[in-house]
């Protein structure tokens, strides 16, 4: 099949965007499908000039203008076939206060959670216990807080973080394990626990410094839970509206599972979370860009 895959992108996720979508453009290609790469820069001259050559596009592109329905909306207007969530449903679920509002409606539990600006953060009630502070329009943990010693806050960090970005979304913490639940189609796979350095959490530094463990299928959890976790996962991409595949972020604290936030393009590199489910459950790289080129078509 003649197939595009556009990578890069506008967002700080620009790098590993670009390592997700060469991985998948390579997996096509090796899947037998003749299979264009194109290094999207947020402008549309080329992509207007050229989608008519491809019968389906696969945009790996994470963050701003690739989760959040902008490249998804533009597809959309041209009546191309694509891979992923569509542009309504990436705004809502690439906006984590959309998304904790629409789950909470659903009876899904998630962290106590509100926008907020540098003002009223120190007298808020949730800032004065262990909390999150993070972009509700970003992913990758990338301009993430994550206190859990009280008293410890970085105030010239707090400062830098709200003068970039305005307002944060405020969450209680949860403390418990985290997981993660690839979520593809028509197949099951196994979920992931996620285990940072000791006495650390699972923030942007330890995404990428190879000092996470990420344990598939998790060795200390007992069947009828991950069976749970991974059904509460299905469950929530289709709360969202989510399509084809998507990643859901739970911690599991002693009073039961809360959804931290989906992913609608997971990484896909060859170190990512979703490609490592997957591979476990017997899909190679290859086979994974081929199911989904086919799923898009049905």
Request: charged share 30%; proline share 5%; aromatic share 8%.
């Amino acid at each position: 099949m003649k197939a595009l895959v556009i990578g890069g992108g506008i967002s700080d996720e620009r790098e590993i965007a670009l390592k997700s979508s060469e991985s998948v453009h390579k997996a096509a290609i090796a899947a037998g499908h003749d299979c264009d790469f194109y290094d999207w820069n947020g402008e549309w001259e080329w992509l207007e000039e050229n989608l008519s050559n491809y019968e389906v596009v696969f945009p790996v592109l994470h963050g701003e203008g690739g989760e959040d329905g902008h490249i998804q909306e533009f597809l959309e207007s041209k009546g191309v076939k694509f891979i992923g969530t569509k542009s309504k449903e990436s705004k809502i679920c690439f906006d984590k206060t959309a998304t904790i509002n629409v789950l909470a409606e659903n009876n899904i539990s998630v962290p106590k959670g509100k926008l907020i600006d540098i003002e009223s953060y120190y007298d808020d009630e949730v800032a004065k216990l262990p909390h999150v502070l993070k972009p509700f329009d970003g992913g990758s943990t990338i301009d993430s807080l994550i206190n859990i010693k009280l008293g410890e806050v970085d105030d010239e960090l707090v400062k830098s973080l709200f003068k970039k970005h305005k307002k944060l979304l405020l969450e209680e913490f949860i403390e418990g394990p985290e997981y993660t639940v690839p979520i593809l189609e028509g197949k099951d796979l196994p979920i992931i626990e996620i285990i940072p350095p000791a006495g650390e959490t699972f923030d942007f530094k330890n995404k990428y410094n190879g000092k996470t463990k990420e344990i598939c299928p998790p060795e200390g959890l007992n069947k009828d839970t991950q069976v749970m976790l991974a059904e509460l996962g299905k469950k929530v991409h289709n709360i969202l509206g989510c399509r084809h595949f998507s990643r859901v972020d739970i911690i599991l604290s002693e009073t039961g599972p809360y959804i931290l936030e989906i992913n609608t393009i997971p990484g896909m590199t060859n170190e990512s979370l979703f490609p490592k489910a997957a591979q476990v459950a017997g899909l190679e790289m290859p086979e994974l860009v081929d199911y989904l080129i086919k799923l898009s078509q049905q």
